[in-house]
């Protein structure tokens, strides 16, 4: 069965320092990953994915996550976190088979303090 | 990128009554379309998924009865909650991958708060 591990509920990073978001998954045949970030009572917005090609990907707001087949991960990275980046992030997988359906980590709230 | 757009956004309702939650991609076509639920500092369940002409599929434990999902158009899909209950209230979002190609993101609509008091 395909699925998404995020193993850290919340992440606490000072303002200015490097972040990491970590996601593992399992899937069977070729992963296709995504990241999603989630502001208080809003949808989520696509930060970036990774389908093929180079392991490391550029995504929005400065954020990159890096693609690890060994490791099985994709963990989420920026150089220098704001504070504006606190918010709830997702991890997920499309699921194997038709009609583009993700599955979704558990999340990770980032927390940026000044 | 894409729009998806969600109306309302928030909603109280009796128990009892029933809610439509219309999701509209605004800048695109979506043959298929994705319902999530979301419960406080959880993640998304998906519900069902919600295809342009045709019934929608749904995803093992939710009840088709109570969720009715109707995708009329290429633009516009509708989540309707039957007979509304207060366990039933949760933050609803829809989504929708621009054309069909099976590496495109999902867009996310803002999502609707339901309240059933």
């Known amino acids: 069965a395909q699925s998404v591990a995020q193993p850290e509920d919340q992440v606490n990073v000072a303002e200015g320092n490097p972040l990491t978001v970590k996601c593992t998954y399992s899937v069977s045949g070729n992963p296709y990953l995504f990241w999603y970030v989630q502001y208080p009572n809003r949808g989520l917005q696509f930060l970036l994915k990774?389908?093929?090609?180079?392991?490391l990907v550029k995504g929005s707001y400065g954020f990159e996550a890096e693609f690890n087949k060994s490791q099985t991960s994709f963990h989420l990275k920026k150089p220098s976190a704001l504070v504006s980046d606190s918010a709830l992030y997702f991890c997920?997988?499309?699921?194997?088979?038709?009609?583009?359906?993700?599955?979704f980590g558990a999340g990770t709230r980032l927390a940026v303090h000044p | 990128g894409a729009v998806v757009s969600q109306h309302p956004s928030r909603v109280i309702c009796k128990s009892g009554t029933s809610v439509k939650i219309e999701c509209r991609s605004l800048?695109?076509?979506?043959?298929?379309m994705f319902w999530y639920r979301q419960f406080p500092k959880q993640s998304l369940m998906l519900m069902a998924t919600?295809?342009?002409?045709?019934?929608?599929?749904?995803e093992q434990g939710v009840e088709k009865d109570k969720f009715l999902i109707n995708h009329a158009s290429l633009t516009l899909s509708t989540l309707t909650v039957t007979s509304a209950h207060p366990e039933d209230s949760s933050f609803y979002i829809c989504?929708?991958?621009?054309?069909?190609?099976?590496?495109?993101?999902?867009?996310f609509g803002p999502g609707t708060r339901l309240t059933v008091l």
């Open positions: 989504s929708a991958p621009p054309g069909t190609g099976r590496y495109n993101e999902q867009f």
């Open positions: 800048d695109f076509q979506a043959t298929t």
């Open positions: 997920a997988v499309r699921a194997a088979g038709g009609y583009n359906k993700l599955i």
């Open positions: 919600s295809n342009e002409g045709s019934k929608a599929t749904y």
């Open positions: 990774y389908i093929t090609g180079d392991n």
